[in-house]
């Protein structure tokens, strides 16, 4: 993975790759906006919707500015509460964290609910590689684990594979009817398994949606009830967050999981909202604390960022990720979020992600904490403009701008393509150099242009 | 006095798009106005800012500033032109200078709604067509002339309270109020992305029974056109301000 590191991410061809099958592209496309339909009639059934954002909005960054405060406190009262707090300064020594955990308690058959941290952290990876099978418990999650695939979203991990290709990754490990693509029975099977699994296992690792740093406690939000599952059975239970995953209090949650559910599926809440204060008697629970960049974010013009509850919503409606595809942004995190997040961790490989974006905007208005993303996505470009892969495109820019400052020789150049054009073979004009008539037609300029019009018009109009 | 009024024509419309100027100004006119062309009229410098290119982005924002900052209004038949120098502006120009000149700024309808007012409008040529109104990113999500679907705030739409005054017009509204994908350089960087959100526009409204597609921004229009021409879909393409105007002639 850390190989890739400075390997270029071209979205362009990665989203021209995923257009090529139309049909999957197209149900891709109405999936996702189907969610964002029911998003907009959840959304609609709170009247005070637009104040909620702006509470959550004013929260968010009021936690972010007093942070240091808010995670200190936090530690304290989940320490009294029989938490083990730990801290993790980057995505190595969390690895590193929870591997000695599970080691030191002999856990080798850990149970994971969805968390978008250790899919950041490649977690998985390292505790196979030490001998320690890790399971996904979220119905989407086990179905790309099990196709050795990666999440191209983060509420809908599997929304890139159809019904059908589940049936076939089902055949093949879960020994299911490979015909058979019907949603209840691949259910099921997912459920019997994922039973033993459970039944199984001796430690349990799960995300955290909010921390409430006055309690000392955290909540879990998932819908197929996996993480209350998972925790059930095993002693030993590891919590893993980003430092962003604070609020003040218990108190201010409820405007979090009003918009959560609402953003992300439609759903009024989630299934499940669980709550973990203390350890199970016997048992033991950690939670770690991740950096991992975080704080550099924390002190940059970006930190509004870190307001993001993780809903996917700027996903759902962003036209650009919909007919695209999450895996064409070579992030973990996808769409207009993940692009603004990249670019933060590295601007050169990650260069053409604020580019995958026609700045309409849509995200900024379905994002439950009001993040300014498209604003975000402008401002980044100011940096990712200066890669080597944009060097032609800076130079044709710069030498468009000289011609448009210079109107003399602006109007001879229009005026030499317009006798030009037309007396050109279409052969000529639609080159590959021509990434606008690839797709489309050329506009042809007018006989004369507005400006020789007026002139005309005032002419006539001192001679009356 | 009555007001004067600046006409700025964003620089492509000039040269493709003459008549939605024409119509601009005759509009504009129409309604007791002064209007004048002050030039030489440049580009409004989106392209530039819009790459993260600054340097260049100041020079056409000064160049626009000296031009135009002397009038009471500043009129164009564009969102997105109108859009970038009202809020893009902001930290290329002095601040002082920017406070003053962004108010004055108007796209073409939202003038006629907020500046003169729907039922005082004068509009005398009859439109008795179907029309599928294609609100633009900047005009809904930026200028904020019409809600957009994302926000659950009351139903408006100053593009429509214009539109409607039209004598015999059918306005109709695609499912998805969705960018058409144009998106400045997008249109080429991104051009398989761009194409196939501009197709499903001209889908979505002929799904409607639409023929005629009308809205406040060439640009979105040129490359649905562009489109609509290579697959060969019976779709055309007109802005608002020619119809208002009544200088609408599908070739």
Request: with cysteine; aromatic share 8%; proline share 6%.
């Amino acid at each position: 993975m850390r190989s890739e590191e400075s390997k270029f991410v071209d979205h362009f061809r990665n989203a021209e790759e995923f257009l090529k099958d139309p049909e999957q592209a197209r149900w891709h496309d109405r999936a996702l906006w189907f969610v964002r339909q029911k998003r907009d009639t959840a959304a609609a059934s709170v009247p005070e919707w637009e104040e909620l954002r702006r509470a959550a909005e004013t929260i968010k960054a009021h936690t972010l500015e007093h942070l240091g405060y808010y995670l200190e406190r936090f530690e304290e009262r989940a320490q009294a509460n029989g938490i083990e707090v730990l801290w993790a300064e980057d995505a190595a020594e969390f690895r590193r964290l929870v591997a000695e955990i599970l080691q030191r308690h002999g856990a080798s058959r850990v149970v994971k609910s969805k968390s978008m941290l250790t899919e950041e952290c490649g977690l998985n990876p390292h505790l196979e590689a030490r001998g320690i099978e890790v399971t996904d418990t979220d119905l989407g999650e086990r179905i790309v684990q099990l196709a050795g695939d990666r999440p191209s979203h983060i509420v809908l991990p599997a929304i890139h594979l159809r019904k059908e290709q589940v049936a076939e990754i089902f055949s093949s490990h879960l020994h299911t009817d490979p015909s058979n693509a019907d949603p209840s029975y691949l259910t099921r099977a997912a459920r019997e398994h994922l039973r033993r699994k459970f039944l199984e296992a001796d430690a349990a690792i799960t995300g955290v949606n909010f921390a409430l740093a006055e309690e000392g406690a955290f909540v879990v939000c998932t819908n197929e009830g996996n993480a209350d599952l998972g925790t059930a059975l095993p002693d030993l239970h590891i919590a893993c967050m980003g430092l962003e995953k604070l609020i003040p209090s218990a108190r201010d949650l409820g405007v979090f999981t009003r918009l959560l559910a609402r953003s992300a599926t439609g759903q009024a809440i989630t299934a499940y909202t669980s709550h973990f204060r203390r350890p199970k008697p016997g048992g033991k629970l950690y939670l770690i604390l991740v950096d991992d960049g975080r704080s550099a974010l924390l002190q940059s013009s970006r930190r509004e960022l870190l307001s993001c509850i993780r809903c996917g919503a700027c996903m759902n409606t962003c036209p650009v990720y919909r007919r695209s595809g999450g895996h064409s942004y070579g992030t973990v995190v996808p769409g207009p979020i993940g692009s603004a997040l990249a670019g933060t961790r590295d601007p050169g490989r990650y260069a053409s992600l604020p580019f995958a974006c026609s700045l309409c905007a849509s995200c900024d208005l379905v994002c439950p904490v009001r993040i300014d993303l498209h604003q975000h996505l402008l401002d980044e470009r100011q940096q990712t403009i200066r890669v080597p892969e944009y060097r032609g495109k800076v130079r044709g820019l710069k030498a468009a701008a000289f011609l448009l400052r210079h109107p003399r020789l602006y109007r001879q150049s229009i005026a030499a393509l317009r006798w030009l054009l037309p007396r050109l073979p279409r052969s000529l004009i639609y080159n590959r150099f021509n990434l606008w008539g690839r797709e489309r037609e050329m506009p042809s300029p007018a006989p004369r242009s507005f400006s020789e019009l007026y002139q005309a018009r005032q002419g006539a109009d001192n001679e009356r | 006095m009555r007001p004067t009024v600046a006409l700025f024509v964003p620089c492509y419309v000039d040269d493709f798009y003459p008549q939605t100027a024409l119509a601009t100004l005759e509009i504009l006119e129409a309604q007791g106005f002064r209007v004048e062309y002050p030039q030489p009229q440049r580009c409004c410098g989106q392209p530039f800012i819009n790459n993260g290119l600054l340097d260049e982005g100041r020079a056409f924002a000064t160049s626009f500033a000296d031009l135009f900052e002397a009038y009471d209004y500043v009129v164009a038949p564009s969102s997105s032109c109108i859009g970038t120098a009202k809020y893009r502006y902001e930290g290329l120009l002095e601040p002082e200078r920017h406070r003053k000149l962004a108010p004055k700024l108007y796209e073409l309808c939202e003038f006629l709604h907020d500046v003169v007012g729907p039922e005082r409008l004068r509009l005398e040529h009859p439109f008795p067509h179907r029309v599928g109104l294609h609100n633009s990113c900047h005009a809904l999500r930026e200028l904020e002339l019409a809600r957009p679907s994302e926000l659950m705030i009351p139903h408006f739409s100053k593009i429509e309270a214009v539109l409607s005054r039209i004598e015999g017009i059918e306005i109709v509204h695609p499912e998805r109020d969705e960018c058409c994908g144009f998106g400045g350089t997008f249109s080429v960087q991104e051009s398989a992305v761009s194409a196939a959100m501009g197709r499903d526009r001209i889908a979505d409204h002929r799904r409607q029974g639409v023929e005629i597609m009308a809205g406040v921004d060439l640009s979105c229009l040129m490359h649905m056109q562009g489109l609509a021409r290579r697959d060969g879909t019976p779709m055309r393409f007109v802005h608002v301000a020619q119809i208002l105007a009544g200088r609408v002639d599908f070739e």
